[in-house]
């Protein structure tokens, strides 16, 4: 019996090392396996619908263009890492007729950044739509890409950006093209855009050339041109944004980094363009960096923009609000322009030298004292319930973005 007991183990012992064998022959077949290095590049254009699966990191090789009819998705917590690795601008582009579905979430941000972590080290999301716009003609090509963008249609769809963060854009091809963090070419009201934010970029924080779409929960952070931008007839709906300059003091001449927290025309060109540019903001809380020498606006309106503006807060800019050209000012006074519920730590300057008395208006003024912590984070009580007169927004009857009990911006933002 002891004979036969100790056959069986031994059989048994060789079965389970063939076995064993085996499995680690196979583990290390699979480890071997060669990965195709381009799965994970974003290179030349894509016409199909593509994947960038959730918490993976991947490179931005010189400009991506989504075509006509291609689906860029891009999950949650994915790092986008733009490469420098040719002497053309890294950047992703938008086609008219293509979409981007990129949906992070608050606690796993989609990230687009640089190896190179300084301001200007790629290009930024330029979308290009089929929305209304007023250059002649009705239509233009991006800055970058050289791409078409403006239409007819108000409601057109290019996809979504949630729970995005843009660090370092800004690249310039010449000295009239430059790019910045999200830049939107005639993109249409059926986008959405919500809880995006740019970080340290070297030109504008986000920039709308004309279009109906809409924004809301955006922060601007320490862009070196102005935080926000349009032009082109832009006639959408912002809520909750942010702008926050960088905070490093002044140089001895009184110049520091970054220009106008807003900068809004209509068509430098021709001032009388339609549709004119006339967005609906709600709740702003935008903070310069005192320059005292020559990037000293705050709000500059200018170039024939209108505006309606409500429930907004504005420090650390000699000029809190400035309009220029008849058209802009005239617009307040025939009512197509409208601005109340704004306190300012300075004042309104009138460029044309009329005295708009915007001051006056209902829930304004100038010359307050205006506390934040945590960089951005307070608001100040009294404001316009925007919920009653657009759908789009949320009520907050309060001046500024961010309320103390209610950081939105917490989890998937970088900080200054």
């Known amino acids: 019996m002891k004979k036969k007991f100790s056959r069986l183990a031994v059989y048994l012992s060789a079965i389970i090392a063939v076995a064993m064998l085996t ?23 894509l016409t199909g619908e593509r994947t960038l699966l959730a918490g993976n990191t991947y490179t931005l090789v010189g400009g991506y263009q989504v075509k006509n009819g291609g689906k860029l998705i891009i999950q949650e917590g994915v790092t986008i890492n733009a490469t420098r690795s040719t ?3 890294d950047y992703i582009l938008i086609e008219q007729g293509g979409k981007i579905d990129a949906q992070g979430t608050k606690s796993r941000p989609i990230v687009m950044t640089s190896t190179q972590q300084t301001p200007g080290a790629w290009g930024g999301i330029h979308i290009c739509g ?15 890409g050289d791409a078409p963008f403006g239409g007819t249609n108000e ?13 370092y854009t800004g690249f310039a091809i010449n000295e009239t093209k430059e790019s910045n963090g999200l830049t939107m070419y005639g993109v249409g009201n059926g986008t959405t855009i919500e809880y ?45 944004w942010v702008a926050i300059q960088d905070q490093k003091a002044p140089g001895s001449d009184g110049t520091a980094n970054g220009d106008c927290l807003i900068e809004a025309d209509n068509r430098e060109d021709n001032y009388k363009n339609s549709p004119v540019s006339c967005p609906t903001l709600a709740n702003l809380t935008l903070i310069g960096n005192n320059d005292t020498n020559k990037q000293t606006r705050g709000i500059r309106l200018r170039a024939g923009t209108y505006v309606k503006m409500y429930n907004v807060l504005v420090t650390g800019k000699p000029k809190s609000v400035t309009t220029a050209t008849t058209e802009t000012e005239t617009s307040f006074t025939n009512g197509n322009s409208v601005i109340e519920y704004l306190f300012a730590d300075k004042g309104f300057t009138y460029e044309q030298g009329t005295a708009l008395g915007l001051d006056t208006k209902t829930g304004n003024g100038i010359n307050k004292t205006i506390t934040f912590t945590g960089g951005y984070i307070g608001t100040v009580t009294g404001g316009k319930d925007m919920s009653s007169v657009n759908s789009f927004f949320t009520k907050a009857e309060y001046k500024g973005a961010v309320p103390a009990d209610n950081d939105w911006t917490a989890g998937w933002t970088k900080k200054l």
């Open 87 to 89: 002497s053309k601008s």
């Open 155 to 167: 409601a057109d769809n290019s996809g979504i950006l949630r729970y995005v963060r843009l660090e």
């Open 23 to 45: 499995i680690s022959c196979s583990d290390s077949n699979e480890t071997e396996k060669p990965t195709d290095p381009t799965e994970f590049e974003l290179k030349g254009s």
């Open 130 to 144: 089929r929305a209304p716009i007023n250059l002649t003609g009705g239509t233009g090509m991006s800055e970058i």
């Open 196 to 240: 995006v934010q740019t970080y340290k970029g070297a030109d504008d924080g986000f920039e709308w050339f004309g279009g109906t779409v809409n924004a809301k929960y955006l922060v601007s952070t320490a862009s070196e041109d102005d935080s926000f931008d349009w032009t082109d007839g832009w006639r959408g709906n912002g809520q909750f």
